[in-house]
């Protein structure tokens, strides 16, 4: 049905999360109308973005740079710093913009069914930063799944000794209809009330 | 936010049609996690199916050969054409498995606002093609847009002196409900109407 080399490029495609046989044919169909340089371009984009992109050696954040630009930054405060599981969450946090402390990404979290235990992780990095440097508090803002709540308790123990530990709320997300909320996370809002300012 | 390579591939991926920037942020996050390999072949594949497809001399189906595999096929109906304006549109009719004549890819409708007229088409070879082979029968399968109609009739003219000409029949889809179609779909179902054997 396709001619051989459409054909390899499609197959390729599929191989991304979401790209069904549908969309996989529709983007190669697109990619072959497009102007050679164009699909060059993408191309080097994705080789370059695979071979230069790495992990940070302070916090283990997608870096190009042996040390990211989040670590280097002399604007953010450098006594708070806030653990995720994974690089996207670094992402969604600098979206807020609200966030003006350092980061230190775990790459996973503990979770023994895949054979994930906390040496897989970048924990000991984390506990060696906190009981060498001097930090004020130290955000937990992971997934509250089975795995998110044990990585959260593992990794609190372990940096209690040294600096105040917090994690991020969990409870009715914003807009959201407490009669559509699942119990779950109307259970966790109840716990977390606050007494009104 | 993003590592300059990073950020450059999620540009580049935004370019690709249905793919925004979440979209594009969540394929580029999931590229770097991939092994070197499958990046690599995945970045092959896109420049060989740029470089390596083009379009059949004799249909103008997209092709990696010179002729392409349903031209040169022995088991195909030579007698029979198939008119469509995209070579997509002989992929879908490829899967149905019900056409086992020939193709000619038109590469676009007549289309004046866009500047595209009956000499940016390739209209002059099947009139070549039509003209000069034994053909029985030359079968339009374009869509019926403003663009489709006035292409379907402007081919088919040129076309009636040497063969039969017909085209596919518009109705109401198979599955379809009479009372949700559209009116146009309807009359043209009714015009088309057939008597029961």
Chains 1, 2 share one sequence.
């Not at 996973?108 to 895949?114: A, E, H, L, R, V």
């Not at 930063?129 to 937990?140: A, H, L, T």
Request: charged share 25%; glycine share 8%; aromatic share 4%.
């Amino acid at each position: 049905m396709y001619t051989r080399p459409l054909a390899r490029l499609i197959e390729q495609l599929q191989h991304l999360p979401g790209i069904g046989p549908k969309s996989a044919q529709r983007l190669a169909l697109y990619i072959l109308k497009r102007p050679e340089e164009e699909v060059k371009a993408l191309a080097i984009a994705l080789m370059e973005a695979k071979t230069q992109v790495g992990l940070c050696s302070v916090c283990f954040h997608l870096s190009a740079d042996p040390i990211c630009e989040i670590c280097r930054s002399p604007n953010r405060d450098s006594n708070v710093l806030c653990v995720v599981s994974d690089s996207k969450d670094v992402i969604a946090l600098e979206k807020t913009r609200e966030y003006r402390g350092k980061y230190h990404v775990l790459g996973g979290t503990i979770s023994p069914m895949d054979g994930i235990g906390p040496d897989q992780l970048h924990i000991q990095p984390l506990v060696r930063r906190v009981s060498q440097q001097k930090i004020d508090e130290v955000i937990i803002a992971i997934s509250p799944s089975v795995e998110g709540e044990t990585t959260t308790l593992y990794v609190g123990q372990l940096l209690k000794p040294f600096t105040k530990v917090t994690r991020i709320a969990f409870g009715l997300p914003m807009g959201g209809d407490l009669e559509y909320a699942d119990e779950v996370t109307l259970a966790r809002a109840l716990e977390g009330r606050r007494e009104l300012d």
